[in-house]
């Protein structure tokens, strides 16, 4: 995994909404509204958080047509596995793709907040 990957990857996962989303994933695959109501978070903020969780390569859609004809978007954990070690790590840090880490510095204080 490059460097970049990583930072995006662990930064995403760097929220407890985010988190549960993917726990409540690796139990089954959903819709939207349903892992919201099982979640207790609007429909507005878990789409937010998977479309941070989609891009990161960490969960994946597939709209499916229901028995009543509506189209409904669900959402599935994709295969990954992260091994963290000072080895790993240090290899990552080679292939980062700038030394500049205001950008990650801000995205994480915002994920703070």
């Keep these: 995994m490059t460097g970049d ?11 407890p909404h985010r988190m549960r989303v993917v726990a409540a994933l690796a139990r089954e695959r959903n819709y939207v509204s349903a892992l ?16 941070k969780l989609e891009s990161a390569g960490l969960v994946r859609s597939a709209v499916e047509v229901s028995d009543d004809g509506k189209a409904m978007k669900y959402y599935e954990v994709a295969p990954f596995a992260l091994h ?10 080679r292939t980062l793709s700038t030394d500049d880490t205001s950008t990650t510095d801000k995205d994480l204080t ?4």
């Design 5 to 15: 990957a990583l930072l995006k990857v662990l930064a995403t996962l760097a929220n």
């Design 36 to 51: 919201a109501r099982d979640l207790g978070i609007s429909r507005a903020l878990l789409q937010v958080h998977l479309r």
């Design 84 to 93: 963290l070690t000072p080895e790993v790590i240090a290899a990552a840090a």
């Design 110 to 113: 915002e994920e703070l907040r």
